[in-house]
C-alpha cells in the first residue's frame, strides 16, 4: 500500500480477472483490501446469476443423463424409487427378462408385503387390504399411517402398471 512502512508478508488477487497474481500488503493493509473485496463487482445480477450456476458444476459444461447416447450407468445397481427408469424402458419397449423381480421392482414388491411374480388378483387383494389397515381414518389421522399409506399406494401403481404392461408375466412361476 503507498505509504506504508510495513514489510509485505499477506498477499490477495488483484482481481476477478487475475485470481493468480498479488498484491503484497502487511497485515493491517491486506486485512482492509480483502474487506473491500467483491468478486462479483461490475457484473449484472443476471451474470451474477449465471456465474453462480456454473460454479455449482465447477464450471464445467453439464447435460442431461443418456444425452450423449451411452449407458452411462447400469441400472441394476441402482435404487430406483420412483421408477423412472423402468418408465423409461416401457416407452422403448425392451423390458428385461421377467424370471427375477425386476430391479425397480423390488422395493415396490417389499412395501407390499408380496414375492415375485405375483398375479393382479393377489396383488388387488393384497392392496386392499394394506389400504384399509393403514387409511388414516382408521389410525385417527396419524401422521405414520399417512405416509406408509402413501407408500404403498406408489408401489401398488408401480406393480399394477407394471402387470398391466405385461400380462404374460402374470402366468408365471
Ligand atoms: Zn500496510
Known amino acids: 500500500m503507498p505509504g506504508c512502512p510495513e514489510a509485505g508478508g499477506f498477499r490477495a488477487p488483484k482481481s476477478r480477472s487475475t485470481l493468480n497474481q498479488y498484491w503484497w500488503f502487511c497485515l493491517e493493509h491486506v486485512r482492509a483490501y480483502n474487506s473491500a473485496w467483491d468478486y462479483y463487482k461490475g457484473m449484472s445480477a443476471g451474470e451474477i446469476e449465471a456465474h453462480t450456476r456454473s460454479d455449482t458444476g465447477w464450471q464445467r459444461p453439464t447435460w442431461p443423463l443418456g444425452r450423449l447416447g451411452v449407458q452411462a ?82 408401489a401398488y401403481a408401480a406393480v399394477r402398471q407394471h402387470l398391466t404392461a405385461e400380462p404374460r408375466m402374470a402366468a408365471t412361476g
Open 73 to 154: 450407468f447400469d441400472e441394476a445397481m441402482l435404487r430406483d424409487p420412483l421408477h423412472i427408469l423402468s418408465a423409461g424402458r416401457m416407452r422403448r419397449g425392451t423390458a428385461a427378462p421377467k424370471t427375477t423381480v425386476p430391479p425397480d421392482l423390488r422395493d415396490p414388491m417389499q412395501a407390499l408385503g408380496l414375492d415375485w411374480p405375483v398375479s393382479m388378483d393377489v396383488l388387488k387383494a393384497r392392496y386392499k387390504e394394506l389400504a384399509k389397515r393403514h387409511h388414516p381414518d382408521a389410525n385417527g389421522g396419524d401422521r405414520a399411517s399417512e405416509e406408509r399409506l402413501k407408500t404403498i399406494n406408489l
